[in-house]
């Protein structure tokens, strides 16, 4: 990520952060930092580690060693990038999470990593240890990958406190998300029908009955007067993501008072829940399934080329967003002042395709979205359109901030694991733009299967090595001119972050 | 804590040699008799004291296993000194020195300090590379030479303290430029020059991340 928001740091640098040291307190602020600069917690490396991981120079590879410490013998490694920021602003964790019904949420680590889990529980109340009691509650497994920009700190916020704001979603839906055989009620406490149920649709006539406003005495059973939309129960699962995902942005905002969070991150995230794989991305990062020697894609980036649209109509509902700077129009190419009143190629929110327009004034204003693929920015500033925290950022040199153009909400996408069946070499690859840049899907996806097919199946490092030989690929080896990869092309400089997760658990744990 | 250097290492040789052992043995002065085998590269690190200066060791452990030897190569760079290890009890260990030190010297910069040391000197009777071959090949190739035994810690603390002051000798005869990070050395806080806070040095002192 760290290309993509050059000129936003440089707005720091010379705004707000003039004659500062550091980054962390981009706010402009001495608040304490809500937690400080870390490396994933399951890697537990020690401060020296950390500090040998910080290396620019050799870049080394760090892996995942003691494999019990993730579910499903998830494999993982990470790399540092080639110097454009002090730290690694990827971030990763993932949790085994026991949440109960109603009354509070725990966290239920793997064997090894209790002891240290529980002490660094960023907000211990409410939060009691306890043997799993599946009558009282649910599991769901939680992998998560965020990539920051702009600072550590988002996304080091990010890292420890989403999974708790996922859990907190769920306790109200335990029990409607357990019982399968009915559908999810549209309003709590009626009483809920069964699946096979057809008494949702009303005669016409029942319907103008209703309409005419007859009330029916107080014990008749509530009448419905419409068709009525059945929710399935993994959009509850959807439902609960998207809003963790919200508050977890509303508060990085809200303790933004309180602490130094520096920057913004994307994030990518995994939860396997009753079956079912949910993937909820927001940001650049990207997950794929491979099985059975076939990609499928479960996320799609968002950056400013793909939210074009949505960006557009943002700043033509509210132009005021713009600041007098900037032109939501978009144009191939910046519109020179000789061509007022010329005829130009342009396309607007609601096109996809292109017409011609005659230039005016406004026009010579610097577009809201300009750039191609990775260099592509909202505003001059941004490289990726949905993710958390980015509250301060603004135009370089202006008033003008970025946050209402940034997006919180994921898309969310659903696998049904169980109703495939998978080999020890079906995987879910999840990994940031560091490796995404450089390697197509379709190299992941030899890479990956190669490895494993001449990899022992018993080997328990299996996954964590794929990955390793992974971020080996996409960062290369240096050369006189810099990190290469196969067929001499540029390597990643970017932080590299790659979870590989084997699918045949997933078949085994239900 | 405070240093006046920070030296980087690294540790190179055939797979089941004792890289693990020896700093496991210099860091914790333990011996583990089991191989867990390094599968990417693990870190160490260790304050010593040298002409009266704090300088810390930052080490880093490579896999000697064949597949890994790409990855392995990769972390020559910035070292400032490497500890070349084989086992006097597997002979072939011995014979594929040259192939290390052509790979080292081809990745590493030109004024890494290597030493090269002959481990599991405790298994005398199950000798197969006499001390004196060992030697020689030192000499030959311009290294210094030490037989250890990360079992009983004989000769762990001098192979690494040696080392380091080989590289400090070199750093007063200005052989390194200690300016260039690549070199494997960084200046402690409390060197660096006043007005220029963490200036060249870059490391982990500076405040947050940037971009
Ligand atoms: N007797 C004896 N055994 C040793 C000594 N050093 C290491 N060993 C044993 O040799 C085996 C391999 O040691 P490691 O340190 O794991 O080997 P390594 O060089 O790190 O191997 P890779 O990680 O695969 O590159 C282990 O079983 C150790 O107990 C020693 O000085 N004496
Ligand atoms: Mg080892």
Redesign the interface.
Known sequence: MFTRVKSAVVSFMGGIMAGSSGLEHVNGSDLPVRFSYTRPEFLGLSPDEIECSADHIARPILILKETQRLPWSTGYAEVINAGKSTHNEDQASCEVVFVKKKSGVQSTPNKNSSSKRRSSLPNAEGLQLKDNQEVDGITFHYWALFDGHAGAGAAVVASKLLHHHIAEQIPDIIDILKNSAVLPPTCLGEEPESTSSNSRTLTRAASLRGGSGAPGSPSTPPTRFFTEKKIPHECLVIGALENAFKEMDLRIERERSTYSISGGCTALIVVYLLGKLYVANAGDSRAIIIRNGEIIPMSSEFTPETERQRLQYLAFLQPHLLGNEFTHLEFPRRVQRKEVGKMMLYRDFNMTGWAYKTIEENDLKFPLIYGEGKKARVMATIGVTRGLGDHDLKVHDSNIYIKPFLSSVPEVRVYDLVQHEHSADDVLVLATDGLWDVLFNEEVLEAVTSFLANCDPDDPHRYTLAAQDLVMRARGVLKDRGWRISNDRLGSGDDISVYVIPLEHGNRVS | MAYAYLF?YIIIGDTGVGKSCLLLQFTDKRFQPVHDLT???????RMITIDGKQIKL?I?DTAGQESFR??T???????AGALLVYDITRRDTFNHLTTWLEDARQHSNSNMVIMLIANKSDLESRREVKKEEGEAFAREHGLIFMETSAKTASNVEEAFINTAKEIYEKIQEGVFDINN??NGIKIGPQHSTPGS??SHL???Q??????
């Open positions: 980087k599968i990417g590269v693990e870190f160490g690190a930052q880093w790409s990855i190569r990769s972390y020559y760079r910035g070292a990070e690549a806070p963490g870059g490391g982990q500076a405040g947050g991340g940037c971009c």
